[in-house]
C-alpha cells in the first residue's frame, strides 16, 4: 500500500507518481494535501476502503508525508501491528522522529526516488502481482455502495450533506479546485468530492483551522484566476471568515461559494446539547448585500440549476454563493466519539 502526501506536490513527482502506481498495480491512498497526485478514479484508488486498506496491508510506502495523527501515526489500531514500514522523506530527522519503527529508511527526493523504484521493478513486479489485493479492496468498495450504510442520506425533510456534495461532484469541472472547510462537511467531502489533480483540493484540517475556507478559495483564485474555484463550506466554519465575501468582491474576484445550512455546530439527531444551535443564517442575503449573487435552496431537485446560474454569474466576474438547507440530524458515521463532543 502506498501512502503519499505533500512531498510528492511539493517534488513536482506525479507524473513518476502515477507511472510507478500503474506498473505496480499498487492500491494507494494520500493525505488530504496530497489529493490530486493520482486522480481520485484511477482504478488503484479505493477510496471508502481507506480504513480497511491501512489494517490489512503487510508493507506500507509513507510516501513523502509525515507520519503524524493524520495517518493515525502509522500505528495501531489504525495500521495493522506487524505491517512493515518503507519510508521515503528528503528530511532524515523527520524519519528519524516517526513515532512507529520504519523497516525501510530512505532519505532522498520523491521524484528521484519514484523514478529509482521504477526502474528498479522492471523484470520484477506486474499489475498482477497485487491483483488479488485490488479485487479484495474493489470487492469491498462494491459491497459498502450497495449496502444500506449510515451515511446514505433518505429524500425525506431537509436536504442531506452527501446529496448536496454529490451534486457538487457531478457539476464541478474536473480541473476545479476544491477548498472544504467545516465538521459534517469536510468529513462528508472526503469521500464524496474527488479530486483529479495535483494540488487542486485545499481541506481545512491539515492546511489551517476551521474557518479558512473562504480565505483559500479567494487565494487559489487569484493564484490560478482561469480555474473553477469551488469553496464548500459548513454554515459555522463559513462564519468564522464570512467578512472575507467583502474582500472578494471589491477585489473582483470571482468564486463560487456553496453552504451546507444544517443550523449548528456539527450534525446534532436529537438537538440535545447545549452551545450547537446556530440558527438558518441567510449567507446567501448577506452575499447579496455585499454585492455577489445569492440563492437560497431547500429542495435537492433544485441544487444542480442554482449551481449552474451562481456559475453563470461567476463567469461574468460575480461572487456567487448558493445557501443550502440541509439535514441537522445527518452526523458522519465515522465520528464514533460523536456522543461526548461538540
Known amino acids: 500500500l502506498i501512502v503519499s502526501g505533500s512531498g510528492v506536490i511539493w517534488s513536482r513527482a506525479w507524473s513518476e507518481m502515477q507511472a510507478f502506481v500503474e506498473a505496480a498495480g499498487i492500491p494507494f491512498y494520500t493525505t488530504p494535501q496530497g489529493r490530486g497526485v493520482v486522480p481520485d ?38 495500521f495493522g501491528p506487524h505491517a512493515k514500514i518503507a519510508r521515503i522523506d ?36 506486474t499489475t498482477d502481482t497485487y491483483k488479488a489485493w485490488r479485487q479484495k479492496l474493489a470487492e469491498g468498495e462494491a459491497a459498502k455502495r450497495a449496502g444500506a450504510g449510515a451515511n446514505k442520506y433518505a429524500e425525506d425533510g431537509d436536504i442531506h450533506p452527501v446529496r448536496m ?18 465538521q459534517e462537511t469536510l468529513n462528508y467531502g472526503r469521500q464524496t468530492m474527488p479530486t483529479f489533480a495535483p494540488g487542486h483540493r485545499l481541506n481545512s484540517g491539515p492546511f489551517g483551522t476551521m474557518g ?18 469551488i469553496v464548500v463550506h459548513g454554515d459555522g466554519s463559513l462564519g468564522m471568515n464570512a467578512m472575507e465575501i467583502d474582500t472578494a468582491v471589491r477585489h473582483k474576484i470571482p468564486i463560487l461559494i456553496v453552504v451546507s445550512l444544517n443550523g449548528g455546530w456539527t450534525g446534532d439527531p436529537k438537538r440535545e446539547k447545549p452551545g450547537r444551535d446556530l440558527g438558518y443564517t441567510r449567507y446567501d442575503k448577506m452575499c447579496e448585500a455585499l454585492g455577489g449573487y445569492g440563492e437560497y435552496i431547500t429542495r435537492p431537485e433544485d441544487i444542480r440549476p442554482a449551481l ?35
Open 41 to 78: 478514479d484511477h482504478p488503484c484508488s479505493f477510496m471508502s476502503m481507506r480504513s480497511s486498506a491501512f489494517r490489512d496491508a503487510d508493507l506500507i510506502v509513507v510516501l513523502g508525508t509525515r507520519m503524524n495523527y493524520i495517518i493515525g501515526h502509522a500505528s495501531p489500531p489504525r
Open 90 to 125: 528528503i528530511c532524515p530527522e523527520e524519519i528519524a522522529a516517526a513515532a512507529r519503527y520504519v523497516d525501510i529508511p530512505i532519505v532522498g527526493d520523491c521524484k528521484m526516488v519514484l523514478g529509482q523504484l521504477l526502474a528498479g521493478i522492471k523484470g520484477r513486479v
Open 212 to 229: 479558512v475556507g473562504l480565505p483559500f478559495g479567494v487565494g487559489a483564485k487569484v493564484a490560478c484566476p482561469d480555474k473553477q474555484v
Open 165 to 182: 456534495l454529490e451534486e457538487i461532484k457531478n457539476f464541478a469541472r474536473r480541473d476545479a479546485i476544491l477548498c472544504v472547510d467545516g
Open 308 to 342: 449552474e446560474r451562481a456559475q453563470a454569474r461567476v463567469d461574468e466576474g460575480m461572487v456567487a454563493l448558493v445557501n443550502v438547507r440541509t439535514d441537522y440530524r445527518a452526523r458522519y458515521a465515522g465520528a464514533a466519539f460523536s456522543d461526548y463532543t461538540t
